[in-house]
């Protein structure tokens, strides 16, 4: 999870289930060029580089929402 994400043992559980889900997401070819990044409640996600990257991102904040719960955080 450290590798797409700021996740610590100290980030809140729906942070880490929501990183959870979007590692587990379908992407274009099957890599995880994204990186999410927890600020208070506020989530950005930043697409990595490579084909089909920014469709990809669209997926795994999908992804994420499903896991964290839209309720608990906002999009930065």
């Known amino acids: 999870m450290s ?10 559980e729906w ?4 990183v959870e889900a979007a590692l587990i997401a379908p992407t274009a070819v ?6 999410f990044e927890l600020n ?5 996600a930043k697409p990595g580089l490579g084909f089909y990257s920014k469709v990809d991102l669209g997926i795994v904040k999908y992804h994420f929402e499903v896991g964290a719960g839209k ?6």
């Open 3 to 12: 590798a797409v994400s700021n996740v610590s043992d100290n980030s809140p």
């Open 40 to 44: 208070g409640n506020k989530v950005s």
């Open 71 to 76: 309720e608990n955080f906002k999009w930065n």
């Open 15 to 18: 942070f880490k289930k929501g």
């Open 30 to 35: 099957n890599q995880q060029k994204f990186k």
